[in-house]
C-alpha cells in the first residue's frame, strides 16, 4: 500500500499593513511592560530604606499633639517617626534636644506617602525621593519641598498647627 503524502502550502504572504499592525500591537505590549515595572516599587531605588516608625498623636481643632518620652521613637536626636492623625499623616524629625520638624507625609513627586528614614533623611517609596529633615529636596524625581508645620516642644510634648 502507498502512502500518500501531503504536502502543506506555505503561508500566504504577510501583506505590509499586516505586518505594520503586528509589530506596533507588540511594541505597545512590550512597552506596557516596561512602564508596569518602572513604577513598582519592590523595585525601586529606595525600597531598601527602612521604615518608619509611629508615634501616638492626639488632635484638638487642628493642633497635633505628641507625647515624646524616654519610650518613644523620637527619644533620640536624629531620630525619626511618623504619626497619623484625622488630619493627616506627618513625618517628624527630632533635630536637636529641644528641636523638632513636622512635614507632611505626602510626597510632591506622585504623591506617595513617605514612608522610609536613611541617613538623617525622608525617603519616598514610590520613586526614591529623598527629603531632608526640614522638608528640602535632597534628591529627586520630586522639585518641592515637603510642607512643613511650625513646632513647639515643651514639658515633654511636641505639637504643631495644621
Known amino acids: 500500500m502507498k502512502r500518500l503524502q501531503t504536502i ?42 527602612p521604615q518608619l516608625g509611629t508615634v501616638a498623636g492626639t ?28 488630619l493627616g499623616t506627618f513625618l517628624l524629625a527630632r533635630t536637636a534636644q529641644d528641636t523638632f520638624s513636622a512635614l507632611t507625609a505626602v ?18 517609596p514610590c520613586h526614591g525621593s529623598r527629603f531632608t529633615t526640614t522638608g528640602s529636596v535632597a534628591n529627586g524625581p520630586a522639585t518641592r519641598a515637603l510642607q512643613q508645620y511650625t513646632t513647639q516642644f515643651a514639658n515633654n510634648v511636641l505639637t504643631f498647627t495644621v
Open 8 to 49: 502543506e502550502s506555505p503561508a500566504p504572504p504577510v501583506s505590509r499593513r499586516e505586518f505594520c499592525a503586528c509589530a506596533c500591537q507588540t511594541a505597545a505590549l512590550l512597552a506596557a511592560g516596561t512602564f508596569a515595572a518602572c513604577g513598582d516599587s519592590s523595585t525601586s531605588p529606595s525600597s531598601n530604606a
Open 59 to 86: 488632635v484638638s481643632g487642628r493642633t497635633v499633639s505628641v507625647t515624646v518620652d524616654a519610650g518613644s521613637a523620637l527619644a533620640a536626636v536624629n531620630s525619626a517617626a511618623m504619626v497619623q492623625t484625622s
Open 107 to 124: 510626597c510632591t513627586h506622585e504623591g506617595c506617602s513617605v514612608t522610609g528614614f536613611a541617613s538623617n533623611q525622608f525617603v519616598c
